[in-house]
């Protein structure tokens, strides 16, 4: 018969709960390394690594767009990406610098940054700047299609849209 006696004596363990946290200050430590090892990439370079991984030729580097001129949209309602008027004397403006093969369209919308101008539906800033710099787009896609970029703007600034004239230098 077998007794108590007779098993070995389980070894000293640690706590479940320290293992735990040992491997949450892992994660965080390999977290904090990932983001300093990201601090001086070089996009550029990582999406060419991208795409060859994919099988994608290499596409050859262009050159950032050179600005000539902008105009704007303004004064859009708080929450709103409704055209605060007309846009006929942008879409002329648009028309007669898009005579130029060499020229695209930088749309970019912005929003005040105020807790009221933000999409309803999603409460995202962001998506409101999208949907303003849309719809400037879709009344200048007759006279500039294809020649198009619609940007947000990185910080807030006013309930606007500015359209920027940009020579890529080359034709298209």
């Known amino acids: 018969m077998t007794t108590a006696d007779d ?9 479940l709960w320290l ?7 892992l994660l ?10 990201n601090q001086n990439l ?9 795409r060859a991984a994919f099988g994608e ?24 990406a409704r055209l605060p008027g007309s846009p006929g004397s942008l879409v002329a403006w648009a028309e007669e610098a898009s ?9 970019t919308g ?24 849309r719809a400037v787009a879709a009344a200048l896609a ?7 970029i619609i940007l947000t703007a990185d910080r807030p600034s006013r309930r606007q849209v500015v359209v920027t004239l940009s020579l890529t230098g080359e034709s298209m």
């Open 99 to 107: 005579r130029d093969p060499r020229v695209t369209l930088r749309i």
């Open 42 to 50: 070089d996009r550029a370079a990582l999406m060419q690594g991208v």
């Open 57 to 80: 030729p290499a596409a050859a580097p262009r050159p950032d767009p050179l600005p000539l001129a902008a105009a704007g949209v303004f004064n859009f309602a708080p929450g709103s």
């Open 7 to 15: 098993f070995p004596v389980a070894a000293a363990h640690r706590p």
């Open 19 to 25: 293992i735990t946290l040992a491997d949450l200050a």
């Open 142 to 148: 007759p006279v500039a299609n294809g020649r198009i």
């Open 28 to 37: 965080l430590v390999g977290f904090f390394v990932l983001l300093h090892a």
């Open 110 to 133: 912005a929003v005040d940054g105020s807790p009221a101008d933000v999409d309803r539906a999603t409460g995202s800033a962001a998506v409101l700047a999208a949907d303003r710099a």
